[in-house]
């Protein structure tokens, strides 16, 4: 059959067998680049800057109420544990590249892992340093009060994660805020792009929030709303479920008897409401390593503080998968790097730039 | 290597053009018949071309549109009326909002979502803007019809306008009925108002429910991201990695019935009768392992590679047996069943379980459950649902023979929350 035809070719096997990949970044990206290298034969080197490999996307929960509404944690599966027990795939912890120098047709890298410096010879290396979460870094902003009960959007997620048949949170919340394009579309943030995942995962928390508390009041303040779901009508089932949406940027988040107050202003003018409940969905900022990794593989940082291409990465060997380049939901992340490594390990445009 | 190219679309040329460069040769199937008889030897490309509104498509008729319009008479597009609008009309929509802005008449665009995920699309909203078109995001909005003149009243939430417009564009979209004929014949699942493509597929571009077919629908898709998705296509073929799975099923020919039940329910159509042998056979790049068919075979015919008939050791009374499909339940069992004394069954889908399996279990533990993914997340489209009807028809089965049916547990879950898992077992 067709599948299995130019598996047989001795050129693919000599190929893939000189090839070796530096894989910068241990999160989903990098994992799945691994994976579907390791499918192709190709052994990697995964450098993961914590202890423990899967970075955010190994903290999410899934956002099924009572049907699955397709928010994509399902692909990570039991990647980690895959990944984890590979014989391609070398990991390294707790590591820090610190150089990559040209060498011959390939790169030598040098990283530290724990107190260990290590110095390897690759052909390619895969950037997928992710993101950084906005909403983390602004916890302790002037506009936002410090509160237990104001969560960010990772937070919400473990408590997601963590949810038992009949409860999310500690205690049962009456009223719940979403602030979503927090952090983006901001000149202030020097962030003007839309990250394109919070509506994606603000629209599809409140709809697990609805199934658990059928009375709850939940409010989204947004500005800009992607599409979702290819399904007809997702905004107006939103709303049949009862979830509010408040068009405006609030102006402060601040906090009454350790309950969080958003003020924000509508067509009636200035109001102050309270909630029991407040999630920041922040916006995805580039990682904050990226100047550095320009640096050293020769990628570009653009307006926005993302990585992207100058010359086609099949001249440069170095690519791009994930977050690094821009934000993306989690089947992008998971197609990007899928498409990432068949490209590294396809041997008949391994040399040639396509147009 | 051959591709088949299937469907009509004026873009044909120019698909098989980068097909070529790519060191693919391409074979063009005149019917449907000939496009399912060819697939099962050669991947297939479906060409879809879905309509859209001529002011958009057809720059000619779009231009006497134009000077049609009389002095300060505005152009509206509206988007995502009756149902969304799919991303790939944006930029169409944008690109004929700027030369209708550039020629001195008022645009408006009308929306409720913003699309900005598609390359580029960032660039042309800014364009758009500077040429003076305006953009709502409106949240209501109503039409009034008359003979040439279309009130339209629409609300962003804060302000409320009324446009009286004798142009309004209905960006909807209409999809290729002949691309439809073609997936029907090709066995591709279709959903709701017959999409092709549904949001799980675009994990790899252009993928559908079938492996070895893709779709594209060229008529809406902006030329360099034809380009790119070819090129992600032309990489899969090149490389499936999908290949070296180990489970496949297996018909075991000297038992089949010929009865046809496997083929009507395989969810990724890899079975195909074999006329020579009176018996059906599995087209095994097709085949996923996912065990379906097993389950519901009358006679017992097909086993699955890689892992035999689901084994039950016996167990002992107050134990809990739980079938978890793997690739959600079992993911989440370690942490779901720390603290609770049960055995584990991994199962490839909720849908290859059958009823004897509970039965036997339900003779030694005291309480099974059955743990699959949610409906639309189930990775073999009907499995889960399967499942769920078999348990209820168990549970029907044990009532009548005195059995207490609420021995056995149903739960949908995912690996990402296993503390549902745990509460329904530990009830």
Redesign the interface.
């Known amino acids: 059959m067709y599948y299995n035809k130019h598996y047989k070719r001795l050129g693919v096997f000599v190929r893939c067998f000189m090839k070796n990949v530096l894989i910068v970044g241990g999160g989903l990206a990098g994992c799945t680049a691994a994976k579907q290298l390791s499918k192709f034969g190709i052994p990697s080197i995964l450098l993961e800057s914590s202890s423990i490999i899967g970075g955010k996307v190994r903290d999410y929960g899934c956002k099924a109420d009572s049907r699955c509404s397709q928010c994509g944690v399902c692909l990570a599966g039991n990647l980690w544990e895959a990944v984890e027990n590979d014989p391609n795939i070398s990991i390294y912890y707790n590591a820090r590249i610190f150089d990559l120098y040209k060498n011959g047709d390939g790169f030598t890298a040098c990283f530290l892992s724990g107190p260990e410096t290590h110095e390897l010879n690759v052909t390619d290396v895969i950037v997928a340093s992710g993101f950084t979460d906005y909403a983390e870094r602004s916890l302790g902003a002037a506009e936002i009060a410090p509160s237990r009960r104001i969560l960010t959007g990772r937070n919400l997620e473990t408590l997601l994660k963590g949810r038992t048949s009949d409860s999310i949170f500690e205690h049962e919340p009456a009223s719940v805020a979403f602030i979503m394009c927090f952090g983006s579309r901001d000149i202030k943030e020097k962030a003007q792009y839309c990250s394109r995942v919070c509506c994606g995962y603000a629209t599809r928390s409140a709809k697990v929030l609805r199934h658990y508390y059928p009375n709850a009041e939940i409010t989204l303040f947004y500005m800009d709303l992607q599409t979702v779901n290819s399904s007809p009508r997702y905004m107006d089932e939103l709303r049949k479920n009862g979830i509010r949406f408040e068009r405006c940027r609030p102006a402060r988040i601040g906090s009454e008897e350790s309950l969080p107050v958003v003020t924000y202003e509508n067509s009636e003018g200035l109001q102050k409401k309270t909630f029991d409940y407040v999630i920041l969905c922040g916006a995805v900022h580039p990682c904050p390593d990226a100047a550095f990794l320009s640096d050293i593989t020769g990628l570009r940082v653009d307006e926005n503080g993302f990585l992207q291409y100058v010359l086609p990465p099949e001249m440069t060997h170095v690519y791009l998968a994930g977050c690094a380049s821009g934000p993306k939901s989690i089947y992008e992340t998971s197609a990007d790097a899928a498409g990432v490594a068949a490209r590294i390990a396809n041997f008949n445009f391994g040399d040639g730039v396509r147009q | 290597?051959?591709i088949v190219l299937a469907g009509k679309s004026p873009q044909k040329a120019r698909v098989e053009e980068i097909l070529r460069s790519?060191?693919f040769e391409c074979v063009t199937a005149a019917s449907p018949r000939d496009a399912k008889e060819l697939s099962r030897?050669?991947?297939v490309i479906l060409l879809g071309n879905s309509a859209v509104d001529l002011f958009l498509s057809d720059d000619v008729f779009a231009f006497r549109k134009i000077s049609g319009l009389g002095a300060g008479e505005p152009a509206v597009f509206l988007l995502d009326y009756?149902?969304?609008t799919?991303?790939y009309v944006l930029p169409l929509v944008l690109r004929r909002a700027v030369s209708t802005a550039l020629s001195k008449r008022p645009v408006f665009i009308l929306a409720?979502?913003?699309?900005?995920?598609i390359p580029g699309v960032?660039k042309l909203y800014f364009d758009a803007r500077n040429a003076g078109a305006a953009i709502i995001?409106y949240?209501e909005l109503s039409i009034q019809r008359s003979d040439d003149i279309c009130e339209i009243s629409v609300s962003?939430?804060?302000?409320r306008y009324t446009l009286g417009t004798p142009l309004l564009v209905d960006c909807a979209i209409e999809e290729d009925k002949e691309a439809i004929e073609y997936a029907k014949a090709l066995r591709i699942h279709t959903y709701?108002?017959n999409?092709i493509n549904?949001?799980?597929w675009?994990?790899?571009?252009g993928r559908t429910s079938r492996r070895?077919v893709y779709f594209l629908d060229t008529g809406l898709i902006v030329s360099d991201r034809l380009k790119d998705t070819i090129?992600?296509i032309a990489?899969?073929?090149?490389?499936?990695?999908?290949?070296?799975q180990e489970t496949r099923a297996h018909v075991d020919a000297s038992k089949c019935a010929f009865c046809y039940t496997c083929f009507r329910v395989c969810p990724h159509a890899a079975l195909e009768p074999d006329g020579s042998a009176a018996a059906m056979k599995v087209i095994?790049?097709l085949c996923t392992g996912c065990g379906i068919c097993a389950a519901v075979c009358p006679a017992k015919a097909i086993g699955l590679h890689g892992i035999g008939h689901i084994g039950i050791e016996p167990g002992s009374a107050g134990k809990t047996l739980a079938f978890c499909c793997e690739?959600?339940a079992a993911?989440a069992a370690d942490t779901a069943f720390r603290d609770i004394d049960a055995d584990i069954v991994r199962i490839p889908c909720g849908g290859s379980l059958d009823g004897e399996s509970i039965a036997a279990a339900l003779k030694t533990y005291s309480r099974v459950i059955v743990a699959v993914?949610?409906?639309?997340?189930c990775r073999h489209f009907d499995g889960s649902v399967r499942s769920m009807k078999q348990v209820e028809k168990i549970k029907q089965a044990v009532g009548k023979l005195g059995v207490d049916p609420g021995r056995i547990g149903f739960v949908?879950?995912?690996?990402?929350?296993?503390?549902?898992l745990?509460?329904?077992a530990g009830r």
């Open positions: 290597m051959t790519e060191g030897d050669f991947p009756g149902s969304d799919p991303d409720r979502s913003v699309r900005s995920g960032e995001k949240e962003d939430g804060i302000y709701g108002s999409r549904e949001d799980r675009f994990l790899s571009p070895g090129f992600s990489d899969e073929l090149r490389r499936s990695p999908d290949a070296q095994q790049p690739n959600s993911i993914c949610a409906d639309e997340a949908r879950v995912s690996h990402a929350a296993p503390a549902v745990r509460d329904a």
